[in-house]
């Protein structure tokens, strides 16, 4: 009986109840052995019958605790599991997150790529057209320049010829000076020839007197003035000479220039249309090179046709 009592006083609270009636039976039955006999017998296997369906109920809770234990334990370890899980699925959320904000920016950042491609075939194609029309200028400038220079080699020859044509001036009227130049020398020898005439005119009049001295004064005077006339005309043969000689060599320095304008000018020629086919073929061909393949073509067009602009040297023969 007292170890009936001391596992009652184990017992939990919701078994507490059975052994306070158990522990009433157990008190109670020595007072009932005082009894008759007959009455005795029953109550006690009554109570045995009762202590072992608490004990077996006891087991049998003792089993239903250790079930549920096993349940708060596996429950907890669910539990545990499940908070993985959580923090599984929030780190997932957080990584799901992340990607997005970098989903976002890498999108943010085609975009912007995207604009700023936008932006540079529009300032590629702003820069071809820019560069076509400056080609354009540019083969217009160049025409223009070759018919400047033609223009300007014609008006070349012009003054050339205007100088030619006074030089051919200058010779006439020195073919004219040296026509007058022989007639005043046949005019001296004429007076050459009348001083002779004279003097032997005034041979003849030393005979008489008064007549051949007339006759002499008069040759005489006219021997000065044919002298006097003779000095002027070889004075100005002089003059016709040295303004001739003049002329000849102004004539020489003319034809001089005109060569070496003429020298100048073809080598000038020919260094800007060497300069401008190399600056075509090169720096062109570079900047064709740069070009978009869009752009490439047409860049290859005005290269070809900036290339045939030349300026032709035999213009200037």
Known sequence: ???????????????????????VVLT?????????????VPSLEDAQR??????????AGDDR???????????????TRLEEQLGQLMSGVEEARAAEARARHRS?????????????????????????RLMEAHAVRVYTGRAAATRGVGWLNGLVGSAGDQAIE??????????????????SQAAVHAERGARQRLLDAE?????AEREAVQAGEQALALVA??????????????????????????????????????ARTQGVAAQLEAGIGLGMGEWVYRLPPAGQQFGSAIVRAASSVSIDPRLLA
């Open 1 to 23: 009986m007292s170890s009936a009592i001391h596992s009652c006083g184990r017992r939990r609270a919701g078994d507490r109840g059975r052994c306070r009636t158990l522990l």
């Open 28 to 40: 109670a039955a020595p007072l009932l052995t005082l009894g008759p006999a007959d009455a005795a």
């Open 50 to 59: 009762e202590l072992e369906g608490a004990t077996a109920e006891q087991a």
């Open 65 to 79: 605790l250790r079930d549920l234990d096993e349940e708060l334990v596996a429950g907890e370890e669910e539990l």
């Open 108 to 132: 943010e950042v085609a975009r912007q790529r995207r604009a700023g491609a936008r932006s540079n075939l529009d300032e590629a194609q702003a820069q071809l057209a820019e560069h076509a």
């Open 170 to 187: 200058r010779m006439a009227y020195l073919e004219v000076l040296g026509a007058r130049d022989i007639q005043l020398l046949e005019s």
């Open 207 to 211: 005979a008489g007197a008064e007549r």
């Open 229 to 266: 006339e003779q000095k002027e005309a070889l004075a100005a043969a002089q003059r016709a000479q040295q303004e001739r000689g003049a002329l000849l060599a102004q004539l020489e320095d003319d034809q001089s220039a005109r060569a070496a304008l003429i020298r100048r000018l073809e």
